[in-house]
């Protein structure tokens, strides 16, 4: 590790995103039953409405078979829907189901009263500087 401030800001920075990744993930694994990738998965298709199994593995950064084995659990719990092409059957649309929706949304819905019950513990001026952070950080992260 150098001296450099702007190394050293990234490497707290990198290691604050790894903490709130693993907190996420244990959030994940307490109140659902599924993975986070499984929610990621939920999250990407309820914005991509019809996407593909190639678009899923792309966001997810893991090979096509990979995100196919996790779609296909996901369709078995009802959770998402295939559509074939009629005229290319390697083609495939994926979109969620109801059932899909209502999951994303509740998992959704305890994620956030679980970071507002967090937020709660701090005071005004923190929650104004955090919002600024989340601003840059959105700005430095596109």
């Known amino acids: 590790m150098s001296n450099d401030p702007d ?17 996420f993930r244990n959030w994940m694994k307490e ?11 939920l ?6 409405k019809d996407c593909s199994i190639d678009d899923i593995a792309l966001y997810l ?3 096509k078979p990979t995100a196919s084995k996790i779609v296909e659990k996901m369709r078995l719990k009802k959770l998402l829907y295939r559509i074939e092409n ?9 979109g ?3 059932k899909g929706v209502k999951v994303l949304e509740e998992a959704r819905l305890k994620a956030i009263l679980k970071l507002k019950n ?10 104004s500087q955090l919002r600024d952070a989340l601003r840059i950080l959105a700005e430095l992260t596109g």
């Open 7 to 23: 190394e050293k800001l990234a490497e707290e920075l990198l290691e604050s995103i790894f903490k709130a990744s693993r907190t």
């Open 31 to 41: 109140d659902n039953s599924f993975s986070v990738p499984q929610f990621r998965i």
């Open 43 to 48: 999250s990407y298709v309820n914005r991509n």
């Open 61 to 63: 950064g893991v090979s």
């Open 86 to 94: 009629k005229k290319d059957r390697r083609k495939v649309a994926i």
């Open 96 to 98: 969620l189901t109801s």
């Open 118 to 127: 967090r937020l709660s513990e701090i005071d005004t001026k923190s929650k």
